[in-house]
């Protein structure tokens, strides 16, 4: 994986093969942050990265500036690979080895971001739970904004109360909620 843009462009990151992600393809991650370049500046902003894998996400917010990012997933190997990138990118960030559903039951944190990239097996009802709960508990910031990478296989999260829009790059979906 590579990073796309910022102060790290370029940036080659290998991740070792055992560990069990499904990075976001760099024409994906591209898009995405080409629509968050146009509405947020990410120096000012608080970012959660749920389901964090490889932190392919997390780097992309640091290259841009991001200095307040807090990541959770369960997998050792991934929590481990991404405070090591963290200190070879010399970044400060928050990592959190536990469940997210477990997590977003018991902490009472609020951000100004947040990215979930759960698997893209998950069950719909998986996917509406991660929403509920971030909205349900009041995770966001008053103009803060959910965002969920799901495969275009996916049920449809456009049903979802909070649902504001979805973009598609080839197989993967980013659907945006909001409080």
């Known amino acids: 994986m590579r990073i796309i843009s910022g102060k790290y462009k370029s940036k080659r990151i290998m991740a070792p093969k055992k560990l069990p992600i499904r990075p976001t393809t760099d024409i994906a991650k591209e898009g995405l942050f080409n629509i968050l370049n146009n509405r947020i500046h990410f120096s000012d902003i608080s970012v959660l990265d749920l389901f964090s894998g490889s932190g392919n996400i997390t780097y992309e917010f640091i290259s841009r ?3 307040n990012i807090t ?3 369960q997998h050792y190997g991934c929590v481990k690979f991404i405070k090591e990138t963290s200190e070879e990118l010399e970044a400060s960030i928050a990592v959190i080895k536990s469940e997210v ?3 977003l039951e018991k902490v009472n944190l609020k951000f100004d971001l947040i990215f979930a990239d759960p698997p893209y097996d998950f069950s719909d009802e998986q996917f509406a739970k991660i929403v509920d709960l ?3 508990n009041d995770f966001l ?3 803060g904004v959910l965002i969920v990478e799901h495969s275009k296989h996916t049920g449809n999260l456009k049903d979802h109360p909070n649902f504001t ?3 598609r790059y080839g197989g993967s979906v980013f659907s945006f909620f909001s409080k």
Do not use: A, H, L
Request: charged content about 50%.
């Open 65 to 67: 500036g991001t200095k």
């Open 71 to 73: 990541v959770v997933d």
């Open 101 to 103: 559903f477990k997590y």
């Open 134 to 136: 971030v909205i349900n």
């Open 141 to 143: 910031e008053e103009d």
């Open 165 to 167: 829009e979805d973009r």
